[in-house]
């Protein structure tokens, strides 16, 4: 679901740009949103696939930010985490498509969601990460 996805790789995001130089591991972002290592994982997955942090592997690994904050909008974070999903989810049951609503709401739904998620894209990139960790 993309609210939970979105907070928790805005935390993992400004955890790494309070923290440029260092590689931080997953278990400790993991202790700092108090979740499980595994979502973290599966948030970083994301980010990494994005091109916005950069892993490391071993006993001194772990990821950071591969551009600097101030280059990193939060609509970058958001389209990361977002893929091809909108942030409000149409059911999977197909619906009756003698109904007069049935056969056209998904297609209204599919077209109002667009919409919202343009929104949020817009609202969030008028942000930088740096912006965002300065506020803390």
Not at 42 to 65: A, F, M, P, R, Y
């Amino acid at each position: 679901m993309v609210k939970s996805s979105l907070s928790t790789s805005l935390h993992i995001m400004t955890l790494l740009a309070m923290f440029p130089e260092q590689w931080i591991s997953s278990k400790i972002i993991a202790e700092s949103i108090n979740i499980n290592p595994v979502l973290v994982r599966q948030e970083l997955k994301k980010l990494k696939d994005s091109e916005l942090i950069q892993s490391k592997e071993g006993k001194n690994g772990g990821v950071k930010l591969l551009k600097s904050a101030e280059e990193i909008v939060l609509a970058d974070i958001f389209t990361a985490i977002k893929k091809e999903d909108h942030v409000f989810e149409i059911r999977s049951e197909t619906p009756d498509k003698k109904c007069k609503v049935g056969r056209k709401i998904n297609t209204k739904l599919n077209s109002l969601y667009q919409e919202i998620d343009n929104a949020i894209h817009l609202k969030l990139k008028e942000t930088t990460l740096e912006a965002f960790k300065n506020s803390f």
